[in-house]
């Protein structure tokens, strides 16, 4: 199994969906996200500088959730996956997006979609 750097439940106020109100008074947009990258140097040096920064992965995700918008989650993982594959030296991504509550008349706790995608070589 592949070393990852994960993030989970990072939560955020964003104006994605199909609905007007949606898009006007946004929700809460749950992200998780899965990086596979080789940890074997940064766990000898001990050094920020040979691993990705949490700090910064998380800036980029809240950068795209509430500062764009899209209609679909899809296209919202999708943007999110393409930038951090742009960013970082990442092997692979993983992206969990989720809407809580979604629009969804009766009882969901949420909504949402995942992808994957990796670097090809």
Do not use: N, W
Request: glycine share 6%.
């Amino acid at each position: 199994m592949p070393d990852k750097i994960i993030l989970r439940g990072a939560q955020f106020h964003g104006k994605h969906g199909v609905s007007p109100e949606e898009r006007v008074v946004g929700g809460r947009i749950i992200v998780d996200v899965e990086i596979e990258y080789d940890l074997t140097r940064s766990g000898i040096t001990d050094a920020i500088e040979d691993t990705i920064s949490y700090s910064d992965v998380f800036k980029s995700v809240r950068h795209l959730v509430e500062d764009t918008e899209s209609l679909l989650l899809e296209a919202l993982a999708r943007k999110i996956a393409d930038a951090l594959m742009e960013r970082f030296p990442i092997d692979a991504v993983t992206i969990y997006v989720r809407k809580q509550p979604p629009p969804i008349r009766g009882v969901v706790e949420s909504a949402g979609v995942q992808i994957r995608r990796e670097r090809k070589p």
